[in-house]
């Protein structure tokens, strides 16, 4: 089992930044794949970044590319979200996943373990 705990949400004004930080705790970190994932009221959970488990290979999606970093830290067991330049429409409850695997997976149902999730709200 593997323990997720968001953190680092708020709210900011457009085309200010954040960075979201997700901890785990249990199994091996460094054996895990991490993503970050976004839901926003009304809609399905989406795919925004992923992470493998060396680091060396990172995904995006193309309404974030160029815009948020995704990293981790390995003797941490932390993942890292770093947004830039928010956007009204990056507004959403933001998650982070983990997958036992080296692949870094870009859909919701390859991660078998996901945290509470933390609000970001980007204001116009």
């Known amino acids: 089992q593997v323990q997720l705990e968001e953190s680092g949400g708020g709210l900011v004004q457009a085309g200010g930044s954040l960075r979201l930080s997700c901890v785990a705790s249990?199994?091996?970190?460094?054996?895990?794949?991490m993503g970050w994932f976004r839901q926003a009221p009304g809609t399905e959970r989406e795919f925004v970044a992923a992470?493998?488990?060396?680091?060396?290979?990172?995904y995006y999606a193309d309404s974030v590319k160029g815009r948020f970093t995704i990293s981790r830290d390995n003797a941490k067991n932390t993942v890292y979200l770093q947004m830039n330049s928010l956007k009204p429409e990056d507004t959403a409850v933001y998650y982070c996943?983990?997958?036992?695997?080296?692949?870094?997976?870009?859909?919701?149902?390859?991660?078998?373990?996901w945290g509470q999730g933390t609000q970001v709200t980007v204001s116009s």
């Open positions: 249990g199994r091996t970190f460094n054996s895990y794949a």
């Open positions: 996943a983990a997958d036992y695997s080296d692949y870094a997976g870009r859909a919701v149902f390859e991660y078998d373990y």
């Open positions: 992470i493998s488990w060396s680091g060396g290979t990172t």
